[in-house]
Nanobody, 133 residues
Framework: QVQLVESGGGLVQPGESLTLSCAASGFTLEGFYVMGWFRQAPGKEREAVACISTHDGTRMHAPSVKGRFVVSRDKAKNTVYLQMDSLTPEAPAVYYC?????????????????????????WGQGTQVTVSS
């Protein structure tokens, strides 16, 4: 059974850093899968933050976070991370970890590049991030 468990969210001040973790079970990161981080604020649509190919580490970051956030994966720990630096004040959002487990190399390349929520079939429960002074 596929399970994604996020952790690391919390309340931080503007300019501070936070690292989110997504522990995966029921599959390993050795396959041609894509892992994604998405966020959703109240009343807004879920938006992509970053995606990463589990096989070769190809990454995509949304323009709004590029240069401040970095997605990574640790195959040994079967965990995906989102390092968030220089956090800016904005509406609280829930950050979700997701997985596309189709396992097709060609699809994985397309999925990591487009990084759209519709491509992901497995989701975690989310972790709240609030940036406020």
């Amino acid at each position: 059974q596929v399970q994604l468990v996020e952790s690391g969210g919390g309340l931080v001040q503007p300019g501070e850093s936070l690292t989110l973790s997504c522990a995966a079970s029921g599959f390993t990161l050795e396959g041609f899968y894509v892992m994604g981080w998405f966020r959703q604020a109240p009343g807004k649509e879920r938006e992509a933050v970053a995606c990463i190919s589990t096989h070769d580490g190809t990454r995509m970051h949304a323009p709004s976070v590029k240069g401040r956030f970095v997605v990574s994966r640790d195959k040994a720990k079967n965990t995906v991370y989102l390092q968030m630096d220089s956090l800016t004040p904005e509406a609280p959002a829930v950050y979700y970890c997701s997985a596309d487990l189709q396992g097709n190399p060609s699809r994985a390349l397309v999925t990591v590049t487009s990084c759209g929520p519709g491509d992901f079939g497995s989701w975690g429960q989310g972790t709240q991030v609030t940036v406020s002074s």
